[in-house]
């Protein structure tokens, strides 16, 4: 059993742990368990940070045995340049959200944590498989508790947006699951890098697979048209299933491009780079005019997600090494500083019971410290340079001007791509003002009290890599070179020869 | 290098370490100690920058030449590499000196006229990291970084207009003005990540000294692409240097505490843009269709907004348009290529309009403390008048400015001025005639201005108990007269000081000789101008009820200029309120839309299995017949394919 087995798993002891308990007496002892296990998990994938070769291309750390030999499906996980940075956001980000889970959740509290936990191995497992049908078991996987944590502890419409949240993903991965049993019985393997070295198998059906594939991911990220779900699952869910929703889950998404659109139908890739960017960029433009006019804070970061993550999709479309990897990083900026934006929010919520906007003004003289910290992740959000957001949205952009999978007029795209960068500007301070500058002129937020000191260093954890990306992303880069250099040589070529 | 020279370029880090340090002071210590000590600590911090500023001028006075500094790498990713390096030649290193040198005063300055405001220490937190954010816009050595520097001063002019973020129109007027800075900058930086993205595939780096080595070679003279990308540049400059039309956020600015807008929105940040062009000199001279766009850019802004000064009643908004016309001045000095000129005059104007600002920042603070605090009428010149003895020292420093300021020679403005002017009588007629009109309004506001606040009678109770401020406001005032009158001395005509040293960087062009013709008429000009306002304010001095003679003189024009052309509105009708009307409509049809298409969804798959469910009939013969319809359909399937 290798380490990223066990990093995988980890949590399954934790829920083991928790259901072991005795029943609703000792719900302090189980927010304890839960939140050792994410930070146990959390250092084990710093081991497997430690352990990771970054000058080494193909998968590291694998773990590779048969499951159903009959069919070629095996178990086996690996990690690389693609992967290492999502697995770290994924265990980081688990454990912020429980803890930001705990003077929040009062009932259930033994499901409601076994739930978390239970996510955590999917998002893991998704990050982590090289066989697809290990893959798609992981992905349907993560449905299930996501499902629960919305439809139990979630608003007052839970259960239509649960319902919607899970028939959205289904429906798209019923088209995958299609796709990967077609490759799957053409080539007798299920295994990725198998299946990579033997595309030319199934390339003339690339077109289609492709779709097949892209349908599943573009719900997930979600791209414009495919994001009604994503408004609804957010305003619904509790805060730490936003912040998992938005810090990872969406992250699977624009993964599963990089990871298997590229490599596995490069012609393809190139064929719909045009076709996807459009789309990345009318997300990026609509999802912040929609932001603009939202009342209810939690929608507005929501939609503010769409225009953030047609960034990330329009820099992966660029297929080249600027904006792939900028793709990659904005994703990882995405998940901190939209995570940080709902804990933001929800620490607001838990006092004042409303998250709309109208219903604030002059928070700052009530709470210095929460506005000047939430300021910061607006900031990072709205990409001020010399924080995350930037690195990541100007790699993209550097990218995506230079496009050859744009053709010749890839400036235009990114012409439009930018007017997201004074959007954002728009959309994010006019929140801010509405809800931190003014007069403090309603009488319930004179009362509010400003964070303590468990929201601090939650808080002060989002910021670290606020800072941290936005002062020295070279080292994160680092990491991602090797693999992105690789698979850029692959769709280059299939670039170059396109007509 | 000599060793000398060397153990200075060491301490250049110090320039940003310092009001680093002291903001970290401020931010970590700011609640524990008594008000006043937060301004002393961001002052030395100032200070001290100053010194390590002065300490690179010495560096290279003894070698010109310049260095790059590195200091590490920020962003690799593919083949692009931008490395912590910081450019020290004599065109960063005159910035650096004009922006720690006004800013320490400004510092102090700041001291009195912000004692008690229980915001102190967060004022002067916002003012250090301004520092911080400025001298990393003029010394980067690359454009990304140079990019971070002009981010970073717009979020501090954010920050500092909204300072008193609960004030202003409906309790949001503050708030109001801070982000339509912001967001008005950002269209302005959609240019330069534009031009960044353009030049990096076509040159492969984004450091300046590989940039202009390379572009002459791969860019012809007036190619499509190179006039793109310093139209492009234009455009950031524009937003950052309120040019038309990206200039209305400036007015607005004014919201900000007065040191604000004298070291922000009038000496340092808003020549970001000036700075910009005379950096990327090498590209546009490769394009002169740009160059001539920039200099009819800024030579219409020059002229615009000085026909808005002169029918302005708030005396911080004279200011503010008088500084968008003299930025017009650099940028079409610029534009034409009289790159010394430009930055002449920068530093003078930063000399006298600071000057102006912090006098006017004196004015009010003593009408503010004569115990009336309202803060429209504060501003309102209709509610002043005879100044001049309540307020001496005030008064004096403020005719130095403003006589500066009209070009009355042999005050700073009249020589940069002067430059200018005759730069424009060379290359473009058009130029030269909308510059000296502009110079002509400039020194006609600025004789009104003075009459309204300082002349006559006190047209109100405030004006009547108005008193002079504290040392530790007039003394700065003082200096920064000292300056606006010795300023012209750095670049007198027939010596070149400014010239030569300037010429290290920007290249040993023909230097301008002095044109006696061009000279003489400005000076007529402007004293004309004085004369009139003389005319119309000194001769029979306003009343308390009195209207603005100008009114009646102008008539339709006045309403004109003091609608500021009506731009603004312009920008409301035209993008402010269909981007809200759009937004609302949107966001409305976003989930009306999906909510439909789902719902006919579900109804489709409703109607499709109540038909289905029909077949579910349960009998015997029924499923028969099915199994052996579904057997015949294989077996044809895998008959025929």
Known sequence: MGLLTIVTFLPLLGIIWILLQDKEKDDERVKRIALGTSIVTFIATIVVLALYDKSEAGLQLVDRVSWIPAWGIEYHMGVDGLSILHILLTSFISMLAIASSFPIIKQQVKQYYSFLLALEIGMMGVFLAQDLFLFYVFWEFTLVPMYFLIGIWGGKDRVYASIKFFLYTMAGSLLMLLAILYMGITNGTFSLPDLIAGRAAFASAQNLLFVGFAVAFAIKVPVFPFHSWLPDAHTQAPTAGSIILAGVLLKMGTYGFVRFNLPLFPEASAHYAPTIAVLAIIGIIYGAIVSFAQRDVKKLVAYSSISHLGFVMLGIFSLNAQGIQGGILQGINHGISTGALFFIVGIIYEQRHTREISEFGGVWMAMPVYSVLSLIVVLSSMGLPGLNGFVGEFTILLGSIGAASLGPNAWIYTAFATTGVILAAVYLLWMFQRVFMGPLDNPENKKLRDINKGELAIMLAFLLFVFWIGIAPSGYFALMDASVAELVKTVGSAVASLP | ?641
């Not at chain 2, 310092?18 to 210590?29: C, K, M, T």
């Open chain 2, 1 to 641: 290098m000599d060793a000398l020279q060397k153990l200075m370029f060491n301490f250049f880090p110090l320039l940003f370490l310092f009001p680093l340090a002291g903001l970290l002071l401020n931010v970590a210590n700011g609640r524990f100690w008594h008000k006043p000590i937060a301004g002393i600590i961001a002052s030395s911090a100032a200070g001290l920058s100053f010194v390590v500023a002065i300490l690179q001028w010495v560096a290279l006075l003894r070698q010109p030449d310049g260095t790059v500094i590195i200091l590490g790498t920020w962003l690799q990713v593919g083949t692009l590499n931008v490395p912590f390096a910081f450019q020290v030649d004599t065109l960063s290193v005159t910035m650096m000196l004009v922006v720690t040198g006004i800013g320490t005063l400004i510092h102090l300055y700041a001291i009195g006229y912000m004692y008690g405001d229980p915001g102190v220490t967060r004022f002067f937190v916002y003012l250090n990291l301004f520092l911080v954010a400025m001298l990393l816009l003029v010394s980067a050595a690359n454009y990304p970084l140079l990019f971070v520097g002009w981010e970073g001063v717009g979020l501090c002019s954010y920050l500092l207009i909204g300072f008193w973020f609960d004030r202003g129109e409906g309790g949001t007027g503050n708030a109001n003005a801070g982000r339509k800075a912001f967001v008005v900058n950002r269209v302005g930086d959609l240019g330069l990540i534009l031009a960044m993205g353009l030049l990096f595939w076509q040159l492969g780096t984004l450091t300046f000294d590989d940039v202009f080595a390379q572009a002459t070679a791969v860019f012809p003279v007036g190619s499509p692409l190179i006039v793109a990308i310093t139209l492009l540049l234009l455009l950031g400059a524009a937003g950052k240097s309120a040019q038309i039309p990206l200039f209305i956020w400036l007015p607005d600015a004014m919201a900000g505490p007065t040191p604000v807008s004298a070291l922000i929105h009038a000496a340092t940040m808003v020549t970001a843009g000036i700075y910009l062009i005379a950096r990327s000199h090498v590209l546009f001279a490769l394009a002169p269709v740009s160059q001539t766009a920039v200099s009819l850019i800024g030579a219409s802004t020059a002229l615009l907004a000085a026909t808005i000064a002169t029918a302005q009643f708030d005396i911080k908004r004279v200011l503010a348009y008088s500084t968008i016309s003299q930025l017009g001045f650099m940028v079409a000095a610029i534009g034409m290529g009289a790159y010394v000129a430009g930055i002449f005059h920068l530093i003078t104007h930063a000399f006298f309009k600071a000057l102006l600002f912090l006098a006017a920042g004196s004015v009010i603070h003593g009408l503010e403390h004569g115990g009336h605090s309202d803060p429209v009428t504060l501003q309102d010149m209709g509610q002043m008048g005879g100044l001049r003895q309540r307020m001496p020292i005030t008064f004096a420093v403020y005719l130095v400015g403003a006589l500066a300021l009209a070009g009355i020679p042999p005050l700073a403005g009249f020589f940069s001025k002067d430059e200018i002017l005759a730069a424009a009588w060379q290359a473009n007629r058009a130029v030269y005639i909308m510059l000296t009109l502009a110079a002509f309004a400039t020194a006609f506001y600025m004789g009104r201005q003075v009459w309204l606040v300082f002349m006559g009678e006190a047209r109100s109770e405030t004006a009547v108990s108005a008193h002079e401020s504290p040392p530790i406001m007039t003394i700065p005032l003082l200096i920064l007269a000292a300056l606006a009158i010795v300023g012209g001395g750095l670049n007198l005509p027939g010596v070149h000081t400014l010239g030569h040293w300037l010429g290290h960087t920007l290249g040993h062009g023909e230097l301008l000789s002095f044109n006696a013709t061009v000279a003489l008429t400005a000076t007529l000009l402007a004293l004309l101008a004085v004369g009139l306002a003389y005319w119309l304010y000194g001769r029979h001095p306003l009343g308390a009820a009195a209207t603005d003679p100008l009114t009646q003189r102008l008539g339709p024009l006045f309403v004109l200029f003091n609608q500021g052309w009506w731009v603004n509105e312009m920008v409301e009708w035209g993008i402010k309120r269909p981007f809200c009307h759009l937004s609302t409509v949107l966001a409305h049809s976003d989930e009306a839309i999906f909510a439909w298409a789902e719902r006919q969804l579900v109804h489709t798959v409703q109607r499709g299995t109540a038909v289905l469910r029909r077949t579910q009939t349960g009998q015997l013969n029924w499923n028969v017949a099915g199994i052996i319809v579904g057997l015949l359909l294989i077996w044809l399937l895998l008959r025929f394919s």
